[in-house]
């Protein structure tokens, strides 16, 4: 059968029952496709073969592979004591670098948000590191925070302090990895703040100043509030961003030391890649898939709210 | 309450001049009424009063206190935004009680005043509402309540009524007239609007850039403008201002033309007479019905368009020839630099 292109005018002619809806309808599937199909390939065909792979028993050394039901979450959530450790590492990290992030983006925002002399290089300096190769931020701070010889032990040093060998002790290790992971991603939010404050007409903090508040009124009863939409949604994508940080963990510390900065993607990485236990791997893929999906459903409820 | 005095206030922004020296006493109580072309520096000047720009040289009095350098809070200014500026997050009980809520006013007592308030514009059934749950009028009255709540010794307003509607604006024109009979305080008002300048103000500011060109009451300022600025300015449609000499029938209308270069006539002042009967004449080019009456274009051969309100139901067509005259008093003339003259004729006993 010769196909019909949609402009032939006989095509049209011939088919009155294809009311207005139905075709567009059609176009915009034709115009989805592409998208559509990049996303079967992509990410739902991975998925379901990870959903596949996670009920098995895999081992790419010696290429076997028997089919185990639920035993891989089993592992992870009942057996496997590394599980929880990596859990908890994870949500430690999601717990300090969140607050600390939206703190400082919104100092910055607050500072930077109206038009000055110059204010264009300072949103590019603190938006900079964002558009940095994460390689090479992790790999410098690396070098920085050496022990003896690391610039910020030197710097600690001209005032008197004596500072921790940063990276080899768990507690400073997760500490170091969550401040500089700050430094490098608190300039998304910053600019996401700044368009949140820009769009705040200003006649509400002159409204309010002139009825006598003072600055740290005017942001706690008339600022913050405003915000609120915009923090909402930055708590929840720098949540989930913490908690898929792998890069970062992998240059830096490599999860140590004592497994202290051990965190659950690249936990999954080691277990998949290092230790080749693939079903093993693919279960948590999915437990971790889960949790972000969580938060994402978190987001999109409180947005809808938000926007009533 | 207070009155308010500004004695040469200027404002730059940078190396611009936006306010040049600024003159004005305002009596307790008055309605004072600012209006001028667009930019021409009237919200400039409201908020170096209100204490939100700071001001660049002269003197800002309120009552007998110099206030050049005290916060904005502290003059006892209240100021209704064009924006509104209700803040969208707290109800309307809220937003009228901000004030006193960040100067630490017992909770009970901003409950006594924001329902006083509220009772005062008919905003009681709504005190639980959201901004975005009112109409524009309701919003508008909410402004004007916080204001209120405030208790200030001078109310200052940015354009209120410029985002409502023809019918709504006629309304809270004159809700806003009765509040001030009702409360007495001084108010001071900015708008380009000059027949809400008119209505509501007991005297007028004329600004441009960054000038005051007349203050008057408005009966003065219609009457007896200064220059030919404000004779256009006010007055609507605007007063037709053409070279005397153009005009041969100046000399009928008498009086003394020395040192007369332009004569203005106002379009309700003129009259539509016969061709042979006028003053002068002309050729109708447009004819604009506006129910009441017309709007009638007309050319007059050597001196330009005349606007012309033709009063009743018969309007002259558009292409016929007609004559126009005018009272000689209801003439004004002006000199060289566009400054008024005075004279016998059109001085009917009025300064
Ligand atoms: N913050 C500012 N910085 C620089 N120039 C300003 C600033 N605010 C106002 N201006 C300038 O001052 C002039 C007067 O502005 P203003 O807002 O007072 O005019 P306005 O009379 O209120 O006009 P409108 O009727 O359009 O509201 C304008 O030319 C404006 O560009
Ligand atoms: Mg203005």
Not at chain 2, 256 to 281: I, K, N, W
Request: aromatic share 10%.
């Amino acid at each position: 059968m010769k196909p019909s292109t949609v402009n032939d005018p006989r095509r049209t002619e011939r088919a009155p029952g294809l009311s207005l809806k139905m075709r567009g309808m059609l176009t915009a599937w034709l115009f989805v496709s592409p998208t559509v199909a990049g996303f079967m390939v992509f990410f739902l065909g991975p998925l379901i073969a990870v959903v596949f792979y996670s009920a098995t028993e895999w081992n790419m050394l010696s290429q076997t592979s028997t089919f185990v039901g639920w035993a891989n979450y089993q592992d992870a959530l009942t057996r496997n004591p590394d599980f929880w450790h990596v859990m908890r590492n994870s949500v430690v990290f999601a717990l300090g670098l969140v607050p600390m992030n939206i703190a400082l983006a919104l100092a910055l925002a607050m500072s930077l948000y109206r038009p000055f002399r110059g204010v264009v290089v300072f949103r590019t300096i603190f938006f900079a590191p964002v558009v940095t190769s994460a390689v090479a931020w992790a790999i410098v701070w690396k070098f920085l925070l050496q022990g003896e010889a690391g610039a910020v032990n030197q710097i600690l040093a001209t005032v008197g302090i004596d500072g921790p060998n940063w990276l080899r002790e768990p507690n400073w290790a997760m500490f170091a990895v969550i401040v500089t992971r700050v430094i490098k991603m608190v300039g998304l939010n910053m600019i996401l703040y700044i368009a949140a404050l820009q769009a705040i007409p200003r006649d509400f903090s002159e409204a309010a100043r002139l009825e006598g508040a003072t600055n740290w009124q005017i942001f706690r009863m008339v600022i913050w509030p405003n915000l609120a939409p915009a923090t909402l949604i930055i708590v929840v994508i720098t949540m989930i961003g913490s908690f898929k940080v792998f890069d970062h963990i992998y240059l830096m510390t490599g999860g140590g030391p004592e497994n202290g900065t051990l965190v659950l993607a690249f936990y999954i990485y080691q277990q998949a890649f290092e230790f080749f236990n693939v079903g093993y791997a693919s279960a948590l893929a999915i437990i971790m898939f889960f949790i972000v999906l969580a938060l994402t459903l978190v987001q999109i409820l409180l947005r809808r709210r938000g926007s009533l | 309450m207070a009155g308010l005095t500004l004695n040469n206030v200027t404002k730059k922004f940078g190396a611009v001049s936006v306010i040049k020296g600024v003159d004005l006493e305002v009596n307790d109580g008055d309605f004072v009424v600012f209006v001028g072309p667009s930019g021409c520096g009237k919200s400039t000047l409201l908020r170096v009063i209100s204490g939100l720009e700071d001001v660049s040289g002269g003197e800002i009095r309120i009552g007998d206190r110099l206030v050049n350098d005290v916060q904005a809070a502290r003059r006892g200014v209240a100021m209704v935004f064009q924006s509104y500026a209700l803040y969208p997050h707290l109800t309307v009980e809220q937003n009228m009680g901000f004030g006193l809520k960040v100067r630490k006013v017992k909770p009970a007592d901003i409950k006594t005043r924001v329902r006083e308030a509220a009772a005062t514009l008919k905003l009681e059934d709504f005190l639980e509402r959201y901004p975005r749950e009112l109409s524009g009028g309701q919003r508008q009255r909410v402004a004007i309540g916080r204001a209120i709540v405030s208790d200030p010794a001078i109310f200052l307003f940015d354009e209120p009524l410029s985002n409502l509607d023809a019918e709504l604006r006629v309304h809270m024109r004159a809700e806003i007239a009765a509040l001030h009979q009702r409360l007495g305080n001084t108010m001071i008002y900015v708008t380009h609007d000059q027949i809400e300048a008119m209505t509501l103000a007991d005297r007028i500011v004329i600004l441009r850039d960054g000038q005051i060109e007349q203050v008057g009451s408005p009966r003065e300022l219609y009457s007896h403008p200064k220059n030919v600025f404000v004779a256009q300015f006010i007055g609507s449609p605007k007063m037709n201002v053409v070279e005397a000499a153009s005009l041969s029938a100046v000399s009928e209308i008498g009086g003394d033309l020395a040192g007369v270069v332009s004569v203005g006539m106002r379009p309700e002042h003129l009259t539509v007479t016969q061709p042979t009967d006028g003053l002068f004449r002309g050729r109708v080019s447009l004819s604009e019905y506006t129910g009441a009456g017309s709007l009638l274009h007309v050319e007059v051969p050597g001196s330009g368009t005349f606007l012309v309100l033709q009063n009743g139901p018969e309007a002259a067509e558009t292409g016929a020839e007609i004559g126009l005259s005018i009272e000689p008093e209801n003439v004004h003339r002006f000199d060289a630099n566009g400054l008024r003259i005075p004279s016998s004729n059109s001085l009917k006993g009025e300064t």
